[in-house]
C-alpha cells in the first residue's frame, strides 16, 4: 500500500476541497445527462422497430400472406402506444427546456 497517496489528502486546504467537490458534480451532472440521452435514443430506436415491425405486419396482411388480424392489431397498437410515449416524453422535454431558457441568472 502506497502511503504517499493517503499523505495527499490530509494536505487538501478548503480550496483544494471545494475544487474537487465542483470537479465531482460536474462528472455526476455528465453521467445523468449521458444516462438520460442514452434512455431517450434507445426509447426512439425501440419505437422506430416496432413502427417498422407494425408496417410490415400491415403489408404482409395486404399481400395475403397472413389472415391473422389478431397479430395485426397488437402490432398496431404496439407501435401506437410507443410513438404517443415517445411523443409525450419529447414534449416533457421541450416543457423543460422552454422553462430552463426562461429562467434568470
Do not use: P
Not at 62 to 77: F, P
Request: charge should be negative.
Amino acid at each position: 500500500m502506497d502511503i504517499n497517496s493517503l499523505l495527499g489528502v490530509a494536505s487538501m486546504t478548503n480550496e483544494n476541497v471545494k475544487k474537487a467537490d465542483q470537479v465531482g458534480r460536474v462528472t455526476k451532472t455528465n453521467n445523468i445527462f449521458d444516462t438520460m440521452l442514452k434512455s431517450a435514443l434507445d426509447n426512439i430506436n425501440s419505437t422506430n422497430s416496432l413502427l417498422s415491425d407494425a408496417e410490415n405486419a400491415e403489408i404482409s396482411f395486404a399481400l395475403g400472406e397472413t389472415e391473422n388480424t389478431h397479430d395485426l392489431m397488437i402490432a398496431l397498437q404496439k407501435a401506437s402506444t410507443a410513438l404517443q410515449y415517445t411523443v409525450a416524453i419529447r414534449d416533457k422535454f421541450l416543457d423543460a427546456y422552454k422553462e430552463i431558457m426562461q429562467m434568470q441568472i
